[in-house]
């Protein structure tokens, strides 16, 4: 099973973006706790959501989690040009497995 | 405060080993499941390996067969004993907590299979 982020996306400054996680085969449920990271060249990932929905101790109240129709939503407002970073989301598929999507290249200009 | 610090990556040939260790603090090591992630030169994130708190353990099949993930909680220590190394093992292996996801990350260790 592969899981699906757009591999690159742009917002201007101030602006909403919303990032979507997917699954090549079916749809993404709250049982597969979608979490949230956002990762800057040469540092650790950082955890935004977890459990779908969660915020992360410490993270802006501009980023939150959903489900969106079936995929897994994460939705960036009044975005900062220090929002540039690469996000990905993984999934738990069940029997322990977690599955890590591709990456999403977020530009702010 | 939350702290995990990895250690033990290194350079190694192809077919080697490396034992990796992660040492926690700031928080009741455990309660929590554990996790190794890693993320090869240019590459995203990929998941190797879990360990529960009541020690169920999992595998990415990238490296069923030939890493070993375990924990001492009198040392609250996460360990990731890598044996069999190829080229594609290159990567950072990050040690990371998780609740529902993985919540709080180390910092890395870089591992390189070279000959």
């Known amino acids: 099973t592969v899981v699906t982020q757009e591999p690159s996306f742009s917002v201007s400054p101030g602006g909403t973006v919303t990032l979507t996680c997917g699954l090549s085969s079916g749809s993404v449920s709250t049982t597969n706790y979608p979490t949230w990271y956002h990762q800057t060249p040469g540092q650790a990932p950082r955890t935004l959501i977890y459990s779908t929905s969660a915020r992360s101790s410490g993270v802006p109240d501009r980023f939150s989690g959903s489900i969106l129709g079936n995929k897994a939503a994460l939705t960036i407002t009044g975005a900062q040009a220090d929002d540039e970073s690469d996000y990905y989301c993984a999934l738990h598929m069940g029997s322990g497995i977690w599955v890590f999507g591709g990456g999403t290249k977020l530009t702010v200009l | 405060e939350v702290q995990l610090v990895e250690s033990g990556g290194g350079l190694v040939k192809p077919g080697g080993s490396l034992r990796l260790s992660c040492a926690a603090s700031?928080?009741?090591?455990?309660?929590?499941?554990m996790n190794w992630v890693r993320q090869a030169p240019g590459k995203g994130l990929e998941w190797v390996s879990s360990?529960?708190?009541?020690?169920?353990?999992y595998y990415a099949d990238s490296v069923k067969g030939r890493f070993t993930i375990s924990r001492d909680n009198t040392k609250n220590s996460l360990y990731l004993q890598m044996n069999s190394l190829r080229a594609e093992d290159t990567a950072v292996y990050y040690c990371a907590r998780s609740e529902g996801g993985f919540t709080f990350w180390g910092q890395g260790t870089p591992v390189t299979v070279s000959s």
């Open positions: 360990i529960t708190n009541d020690n169920y353990i």
């Open positions: 700031g928080f009741t090591f455990s309660s929590y499941n």
